[in-house]
Each structure stands twice: as structure tokens, then as C-alpha cells.
């Protein structure tokens, strides 16, 4: 039987230093035993005071982090660590539960980099850390450059797009919210870091409106425009 393939990318990461801060005990052994079984170095905390103390004395690689939390909260925490150039780099994965978008909002717009819905399949956990590890190692491409996914060709130099070698015709606006959702496939971006990324464009933008430019430029992608993810309750994102 051949495994080596699928089990490259585990050796590549491993060694990885991941801090989990969890006040529930049962989620904590659970991920803890996840990812140490993936070969990843764990630390566990369960306040964010705790977590903030050991981030400063031994940055980790990645944050997995709990938003509900005694204390110190999981956004506070994330807020601190995003507004500090020593520890902004690293990359936080919320832990959430249902009912949270709105603090899942909050989070990545505070630059939290993905979450995981409890409850998560290890697997689901797993595939996560190693997408963002991954993403931080190979940083989106540089603003102008061609971007090529799935059967999309985007030139932003030009303007122009191409879905399986055939021209579309997008707006300006529709062309922005594409080409910033394809620079960084697989992340959920919130409808006002879309509106802040293309606001003042063409006219003012509001969250509402994304909806409405996402409809037309799925309607224009024709099959392609499945690739635009609706992230309920949250954003959109590009799939990978
Ligand atoms: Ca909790």
C-alpha cells in the first residue's frame, strides 16, 4: 500500500508549536490529543491571561483559541496579540460555538485568520491548522500579479477576466470583490472587510450591496460562480 503522499505534508509541518487555550476540559484533551498524534509540539492554557503570559515567554506557531473564556475573553486576547508587532504575525484559529457569528465577525475582523465550529471532527481540526500554517508560509500574491484558480484567470493589470479561457465582463466593483477574495482562497473574508477593500470605487458600499455585487458576479462566472462560498452568518470566501 503507498501512503507516502498523503503524509508528506504532515512530516513538512511537523514539529509546529501550537498553543491551545481552552477553558473546557474535555475540548482541550481532545485537541490536544489530535494534535500531538499529527505530530505537533502542544501547549494548553485555559485563561487568556494564561494564554497572553505564555505567547510572550514561548511564541508559538499558531493560536488555537476559545472565545469564551474566564477573564480575560478570546476576542480580548486576539485583539492583544493583532495590535502588538511582536506577536501580530501569528496566526489565531477561533474556537466558537453556535450562536457566536457575531464575535466570529468581530475576530477576523480583529485578524484572527479562520475559526472551527464546535462541535469539530479532529479531522476538520487537523485539515485547518495545516491550511493556515500553510497560507502563512505562502503569503498572497503581490496586488498586481495574474491569478489563476480553478478555471478563472484574473489580471488585475488589465482588468480583465477569463472563466475557461472566455472574457467576462465584470464591473469595477464585482472585479475588486473577485480579485480580493481570489488572492487568498480558502479565507472568509466579512462583508465590511469587503466593503473596505473596495469602498470609494465606483460609489459608497454598504454591507447590503456586497450581497447584491456576489449575486452578479456568481450570475456573470455562470458555473464558475459556484468557487464563491456564502460562509453563513459571516462573509464569503474564494474555495480553495
Ligand atoms: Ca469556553
Not at 502542544?42 to 472565545?67: F, K, Y
Request: glycine share 8%.
Amino acid at each position: 500500500m503507498i501512503v507516502a503522499p498523503a503524509q508528506r505534508p504532515a512530516t513538512l509541518l511537523a514539529r509546529k508549536n501550537i498553543l491551545v487555550v481552552e477553558d473546557e476540559e474535555d475540548i482541550l484533551e481532545l485537541v490536544e490529543y489530535n494534535l500531538a498524534k499529527n505530530g505537533f509540539r502542544v501547549s494548553a492554557v485555559s485563561s487568556g491571561e494564561a494564554a497572553l503570559r505564555a505567547i510572550q515567554s514561548d511564541p508559538p506557531d499558531l493560536v488555537l483559541l476559545d472565545l469564551m473564556l474566564p477573564g480575560v475573553d478570546g476576542l480580548e486576547v486576539c485583539k492583544l496579540l493583532k495590535s502588538d508587532s511582536r506577536t501580530a504575525k501569528i496566526p489565531v484559529v477561533m474556537l466558537t460555538a453556535k450562536g457566536e457569528e457575531s464575535d466570529i465577525i468581530t475576530g477576523l475582523e480583529l485578524g484572527a485568520d479562520d475559526y472551527i465550529a464546535k462541535p469539530f471532527s479532529p479531522k476538520v481540526l487537523i485539515a485547518r491548522v495545516r491550511t493556515v500554517l500553510r497560507r502563512r508560509t505562502a503569503d498572497a500574491p503581490e496586488e498586481g500579479s495574474i491569478i489563476r484558480i480553478h478555471d478563472l484567470y484574473i489580471h488585475p493589470g488589465r482588468h480583465e477576466v477569463l472563466v475557461a479561457d472566455r472574457p467576462v465582463e465584470l464591473t469595477f466593483t464585482e472585479f475588486r470583490i473577485l480579485h480580493l477574495l481570489a488572492r487568498r482562497p480558502g479565507w472568509v473574508f466579512t462583508r465590511s472587510q469587503i466593503v473596505d477593500s473596495v469602498r470609494g470605487v465606483d460609489y459608497p458600499v454598504t454591507d447590503r450591496a456586497v450581497d447584491v455585487h456576489i449575486v452578479g458576479l456568481r450570475k456573470k462566472l455562470g458555473q464558475s460562480g459556484g468557487y464563491i462560498e456564502t460562509v453563513r452568518g459571516v462573509g464569503y470566501r474564494l474555495k480553495e
